[in-house]
């Protein structure tokens, strides 16, 4: 069964950085996709960023430039590096992984992604 967890959300003041973390139990990254998305407070759930199993990547316009998704396959994590962040960046952040390997469709639809995480809470203050 495959697990991920979502860690290092927190308050932070606008202008600050954060990183989060996904870990992954029951398999590892290496060949498969992971994407973060992001559900404002009375919002649908949107994508953030994308990490194709070969290490490209995607982001959303609005997150392009502030951050950055990467990958440590040896320690089945993936990160999203936060900077900038604004008060409307305040979201609950997920992780999530494709359920087959090498796996190309997508990027920025929930539907691809078969693992989810919990998610963790970010909360930018003003």
């Known amino acids: ?38 559900q404002p407070p009375g919002k649908e759930r949107e994508f953030v960023a994308f990490s194709s199993w070969s290490g490209s990547t995607v982001y959303a316009d609005s997150m392009e430039g502030r951050f950055i998704i990467s990958r440590d396959n040896a320690k089945n994590t993936v990160f999203l590096q936060m900077n900038s962040l604004k008060p409307d960046d305040t979201a609950v952040y997920y992780c999530a992984t494709d359920g087959r390997p090498f796996y190309s469709g997508n990027a920025a639809s929930p539907n691809r992604y078969t693992y989810w995480g919990q998610g963790t809470q970010v909360t930018v203050s003003s």
């Open 1 to 38: 069964q495959v697990q991920l967890v979502e860690s290092g959300g927190g308050l932070v003041q606008a202008g600050g950085s954060l990183r989060l973390s996904c870990a992954a139990s029951g398999r590892t990254f290496t060949n498969y996709a992971a994407g973060w998305f992001r």
